[in-house]
């Protein structure tokens, strides 16, 4: 554990909801409106974190566990994640399992606090959460299980003795530029796939549109409906933090700085992380919201293409 | 040893003692709970024992009854299953005392605590008979035990038909094992159907190693609940008593996955075959259990599609094990089997757990509809706060014990791509544990949340409230345990080891040395788990500081402008699963019947939506019609004439004669 | 170069799953279009020896005739009977998916036990034909309308091709020239068929033609 791995989470803690006012930028300039100011998100939080709360009378503690929990498993999830080659503060074989397990543990509270408040909007919005993750989740491991491979792509070791290749860091140190050039239609695919993810957890256009004005068509937004107050501020910044962590896998990935020097590396990953917040930016601006019933299809597709990368990585 | 046969004696003797007493129900409920209590509880003791120790106790009897001898033995791999056997029904007795006390007046106590603590008896010598006269014996005592726990409440007409669905699944499966005995027996040519002699039988000719596999596989998956034979389970547990279904969920099946584990360790060297098999198994179990529960409505029924979903998450582990041994890599083999074994223990924890919780809800509420119920979480807080750790612990998710087995068996699956060996499989088994992660997820969000969550949707839910301390107790312990195997992960390895070496056939410090890669990063889930808490403990604190001196507001819930929102407003469980049903449709089935809403101011409108099991409406009802309608064909031969059978007995004989002949 | 044709590899791949999981018949359409353009630019890709003039010849010839002619053939009968969209598959688009999946490891597990001669170019040349021959069957088992159907065959088309670039890069020009000229007036015809069933009966729905029998 060095220096860098240990300052680099605190500053994704700063950074994270940077990467919303980017995406509204992008946003905003697409429609030609002067739109909101870069760091909108951290004056929305200082100004939720100073207010009351009104609680439903329906809801019991598991409404305000929600937002706790998934604060504080975005937190926890953040020491394993790397910033492409500068390595996380914890790794270990297998902590992308916990990552996503963590993410799920997320999931599994804020849907648990929108069924509290006993609104059949929010109920709707939670039914669709869980059905579009469940299919998200084997895209998401089964790209990382490519992109692990990609990496190590000459030694086989022998099972049982990985010495963290198995681990995040150890995954996207490797993933240099040798191995996009031995393997950049795999990574590429790996990439795709991790993008469509990271749209559809965060719920981006074409899955959910965070701005849209019906709560009957919402996903993530019409769960939240109920909370205010501190409890917004903390589901807000662990939404931020969650498209931090979705955005550096992907953006370690597409990014193949490996210089050695953690500080460079982690700036690479940070520009990459702005571009991919300005694509999201693009893809929201120029796409409409896909119907509801298409939404599997897509999420499908990016399991395909995970699958499609690992076949190519493995049939080497 | 001694201290096993003093369990079971104790059990027998409390049994039979509370049968005899009952007439006196209090009584006959006191000795009989009381005896299956202590008597798990001192089972326990020889379980830990040869765990700790890694010695095997022996006990040994000559029986004259043909092929047979009263052959007991406990190694590492009957002690991993005893341990969660006697665990689980130690808790569900403590549990069973205040919820039988409620049962209507007719009913003997006295013969269903008989029956209960045979069943664990039962069970305890099931994974310790070491013959195969004396297994099937004990096979058969487990297995008409349960039956008559199922159809304890036999005045419903629902019961009886699930108890009749369960004795003729059983006896089937059971069919198969008498066969694969023999058929063990008679290529060892031994003396006695002992399991030490049969060692040699599969590795002579390998076909009969295969045959035997697959009658073990038909014969113990029916026990398991494997799909496709899995169509009693959903039946059998919801029509039984709660801590029965428990104990049969979390013990009970378990024994048809030792029964081929142990199979395993009798045939020798596994073919990949077999191991393809196993995975084929579990992937299917593991996501049309998943899919099955996602469409109930049900509670019970519900948990008990799930038992078949673990079922298949344990048999992925096993496959990938036999497959690691199959292709030489023990470090795959060591995980695999790790991870199944854990999965094991882990599964009789959080579903039993959720069973129990389930019968205090069926118990206060006098239902078990999902949809009836609702808001019991203000009612019943500590009840709600232990099925909530158990709903997450299945989900698989962090810092609980599911999570912890399942990371094994991922790492294992992770490895086999990385090093290339066995990658399909691997490949497989992520696939499989991340889709049955998400939908396990979704289906226990929606029984939490439409149970506890809330406004009471009807009167009963209106009812609930907390249960007696002895009814809690052991739903806390049993939360507490799930929580400390999730907080200690890196030790339960050492305890792993023991039964993984028997499984692998591998020397205990080979394993050990295989297996302590994963210490590590099972040390960091448990450092994570634990940040995890400390992190949530901060924020609420910070939270609850910030509110501190604020204005805090009560109001209904925002319902997007209506004024008066009523609880039958709220989304239902068949709603919230209705995507995914809709999704699988192919596979589910779901029957549906719409009245739409008519005219400008819509009065009526209902939806009906009814799960069914594609297995029994495609495989089994007709396969039962068909066996039906050929026996109406055959009842000429039957005519009452004494005369008649006499000449089908000499006709038979004759037969067997010239056949023999011949 | 080995990159390069990996990398169309999968694009072709990915064309063939595009073409079962969209309802467009357009967008269907323009799939198979690039996957003619991309097929012929393997041909000269894979040959390790200097280009030879029958390649570029060959290359040209196929690229021009499904990636342009094909596909402009096909719009105008498209435009001529008015359908937009494949409504009411047989199989659903989602599972579609998933039967590609399904059929994409088959083709894999078939390219490792059939006895086929490995292509240099790229191991994976003998799963996509497999994979591509299947998924064209599969387009004409599971859709209604004529028009998917003709794409499929199109597709299948595609596949005997790609199996024939894998070990038979030899094969006489005569012949190449003359499987083109059959397929091009097969889909000619069908593009006339596909506009008179459409006048003739208001829809293309091949499985109500069932009712033809008689």
Redesign the interface.
């Known amino acids: 554990m060095n220096t860098p791995s240990l300052i680099l989470p605190f500053l994704a803690l700063i950074l994270s909801p940077l990467l919303v006012g980017i995406v509204n930028r992008t946003k905003a300039f697409f429609a030609g409106r002067t739109g909101q100011p870069l760091f909108q998100l951290y004056f929305d939080l200082a100004k939720l974190l100073r207010k009351g709360a009104v609680y439903s009378k329906t809801t019991s503690w598991i409404f305000r566990a929600g937002p706790v929990v998934q604060l504080a498993a975005a937190i926890t999830a953040l020491f394993v994640l790397p910033w492409g080659g500068a390595s996380a503060p914890f790794h270990f074989n297998g902590d992308l399992i916990l990552l996503a397990y963590l993410m799920g543990l997320m999931r599994f509270f804020t849907v648990l606090a929108a069924l509290d408040t006993g609104s059949a909007f929010e109920g709707m919005g939670a039914s669709r959460e869980v059905q579009f993750s469940a299919l998200a989740e084997p895209a998401l491991l089964v790209g990382l299980a490519a992109a692990a491979h990609a990496g190590h792509d000459h030694i086989a070791p022998p099972l049982g003795n990985f010495q963290g290749a198995l681990s995040l860091s150890g995954i996207y140190s490797s993933l240099s530029m040798d191995a996009w050039l031995s393997s950049g239609p795999a990574l590429l695919m790996v990439a795709g796939a991790l993008f469509v993810v990271f749209l559809a957890e965060n719920s981006r256009i074409p899955f959910d549109d965070p701005n849209t004005h019906l709560e009957l068509t919402m996903i993530h937004e019409v769960m939240i409906l109920d909370h205010g107050g501190p409890d917004l501020a903390m589901i807000l910044y662990g939404a931020s933090l969650k498209m931090w962590l979705l955005g550096s896998l992907t953006a370690g990935l597409i990014v193949p700085v490996r210089t050695g020097n953690a500080w460079l590396d982690a700036s690479a990953v940070f520009a990459g992380l702005c571009f991919l917040a300005l694509l999201t930016g693009v893809v929201e601006s120029t796409m409409a919201r896909l119907r509801l019933l298409r939404v599997p299809q897509l999420l499908v597709s990016a399991g395909f293409l995970s699958t499609l990368a690992l076949i190519l990585l493995l049939w080497r | 040893m001694s201290l096993l046969l003093l369990a079971v004696a104790l059990l027998g003797f409390s049994g039979l003692c509370s049968l005899l007493l009952g007439g006196k129900r209090s009584g006959a409920n006191t000795l009989g709970a009381a005896g299956g209590v202590v008597g798990s509880l001192v089972g326990i003791l020889p379980a830990i024992q040869v765990l700790r120790t890694g010695t095997t106790a022996t006990f040994y009897h000559p029986w004259n009854v043909p092929y047979g001898s009263f052959f007991l033995q406990i190694d590492a791999l009957s002690a991993f299953f005893l341990l969660p056997i006697f665990l689980l029904s130690a808790l569900a007795a403590l549990y069973g005392r205040q919820y039988m006390e409620s049962t209507p007046g007719g009913k003997n106590l006295g013969a269903f605590w008989f029956f209960f603590n045979l069943l664990i008896a039962g069970m305890a010598l099931v994974v310790t008979a070491r013959n195969g006269i004396l297994f099937l014996m004990v096979w058969e005592v487990m297995s008409l035990a349960s039956f008559f726990l199922v159809t304890f409440e036999n005045e419903k007409e629902s019961v009886r038909r699930a108890g009749w669905t369960y004795l003729a699944a059983t006896h089937l499966g059971t069919a198969f094992l008498f066969v694969l005995f023999f058929l063990l027996g008679r290529e060892s040519g031994a003396v006695l159907l002992d399991f030490d002699s049969f060692s040699g039988a599969g590795s002579r000719v390998s076909h009969v190693a295969d045959v035997a596999f697959f009658l073990g596989l038909v014969g113990f998956g029916t026990k398991a609940g494997f799909v496709p034979f899995h169509v009693w389970l959903p039946e059998a547990h919801p029509a039984a008593p709660s801590h029965v279904s428990a104990v049969m969920s979390g013990a009970m099946i378990k024994t048809g996955i030792y029964g081929i584990l142990r199979l395993l360790t009798l045939l020798g060297t596994p073919t990949p075959g077999w191991g393809w098999a196993l995975l084929a198994m579990g992937l299917v179990s593991g996501i049309l259990g998943v899919l099955f529960a996602l469409a109930q409505h049900d509670i019970k029924r519900l948990l008990a599609y799930h038992s078949v979903e673990n079922m298949g998450i344990i048999t992925l582990g096993v496959g990938l094990g036999v497959l690691?041994m199959s292709s030489g890599?023990?470090?795959?083999a060591?995980?695999g089997f790790g991870g199944g074994l854990l999965h094991v223990v882990n599964h009789a924890l959080f579903k039993g757990l959720l069973f129990l919780g389930a019968g205090v809800v069926l118990h206060e509420t006098g239902t078990g509809e999902l949809e009836h119920l609702?808001?019991l979480?203000?009612k019943m807080?500590w009840t709600?706060g232990t099925f909530?750790v158990g709903a997450?612990a299945i989900?698989?998710?962090?810092p609980l014990n599911g999570?912890v087995s399942?990371?094994l068996l991922?790492?294992g699956a992770?490895?086999?791509?990385?090093?290339?060996?066995m990658?399909p499989a691997?490949?497989l088994v992520?696939?499989g544990l991340?889709?049955i992660?998400?939908?396990a997820?979704?289906c226990?969000?929606?029984a939490?949340?439409?149970v506890f969550?809330?406004?009471p949707r009807s009167e009963h839910a209106l009812r609930g409230h907390e249960p007696g301390r002895s009814m809690l107790l052991p739903m806390v312990l049993l939360s507490l345990f799930c929580a400390l195997i999730g907080l200690c992960a890196p030790f339960v390895i050492g305890a792993l080891c023991p039964a993984v070496s028997i499984l692998t056939s591998m020397p205990f410090p080979r394993v050990e040395s295989?297996l302590s890669?994963?210490k590590?990063?099972l040390?960091?889930?448990s450092?994570?788990g634990i940040?995890?808490?400390v992190?949530?403990a901060?924020?609420?604190g910070l939270?609850r500081r910030?509110?501190a001196r604020?204005?805090?507001?009560?109001?209904?819930?925002?319902?997007?402008g209506y004024v008066k929102?009523t609880?039958r407003?709220?989304?239902?469980a068949s709603?919230?699963?209705?995507?995914?049903t809709r999704?699988f449709d192919?596979i589910l089935r779901t029957r549906e019947s719409l009245d739409r809403p008519e005219g400008l101011f819509p009065v009526y409108a209902a939806l009906k939506t009814e799960p069914r099991d594609l297995f029994n409406d495609l495989v089994y009802r007709p396969l039962f019609l068909g066996v039906e309608w050929l026996a109406l064909r055959l009842r000429w031969l039957q005519e009452g004439h004494v005369q008649l059978y006499v000449l089908y007995i000499a006709l038979t004989l004759l037969a067997l004669l010239i056949w023999n002949l011949s | 170069m080995r990159l390069l044709v990996d990398a169309l590899i999968v694009l072709l791949i990915l064309t063939n799953l595009r073409l079962v999981a969209s309802s467009h018949l357009a967008a269907c359409i323009y799939v198979v279009a690039l996957q003619g353009l991309v097929l012929g630019l393997l041909p000269l890709l894979v040959g390790t020896d200097p280009l030879t003039l029958r390649a570029c010849v060959l290359s040209g010839l196929t690229m021009v005739l499904k990636g342009i002619i094909f596909p402009w053939l096909l719009l105008r009968a498209l435009r001529a009977v008015q359908v937009r969209k494949e409504m009411e598959p047989l199989v659903g688009y989602t599972t579609s998916l998933l039967v590609g999946a399904v059929l994409l490891a088959l083709a894999m597990w078939f390219g490792r036990r059939l006895p086929l001669p490995v292509s240099e170019a790229s191991p994976l040349m003998v799963p996509l034909a497999l994979f591509t021959i299947m998924i064209g069957l599969f387009a004409i088992v599971s859709r209604r309308k004529a028009l998917t159907q003709v794409l499929g065959y199109l597709v299948m088309e595609n596949g005997i091709y790609a199996f024939g670039l894998t070990f038979a890069r030899e094969e006489p020009l005569l012949v190449e020239l003359g499987t083109l000229l059959d397929i091009f007036m097969a889909v000619f015809v069908m593009g006339i068929t596909i506009f008179h069933i459409s006048r003739e009966f208001d829809h293309i729905d091949t499985d109500r033609l069932s009712l033809l029998k008689d």
Do not use: N
Request: with cysteine; charged share 10%; proline share 7%.
């Open positions: 690691g890599h023990p470090a795959l060591a995980l609702g808001g979480m203000k807080p709600a909530l997450a989900s698989g998710l962090p999570f399942e990371f991922y790492l992770l490895g086999s791509i990385e090093a290339q060996t990658a691997g490949f992520i696939v991340a889709l992660g998400g939908l997820a979704a226990f969000t929606k939490f949340g439409t969550l809330g406004e295989l890669p994963a590590a990063p040390l960091w889930v450092v994570g940040l995890f808490l992190l949530a901060g924020l609420a939270c910030l509110l604020r204005r805090v507001e009560q109001a209904g819930t925002w319902d997007c929102p609880a407003m709220q989304y239902t709603s919230f699963a209705q995507p995914l999704m192919g």
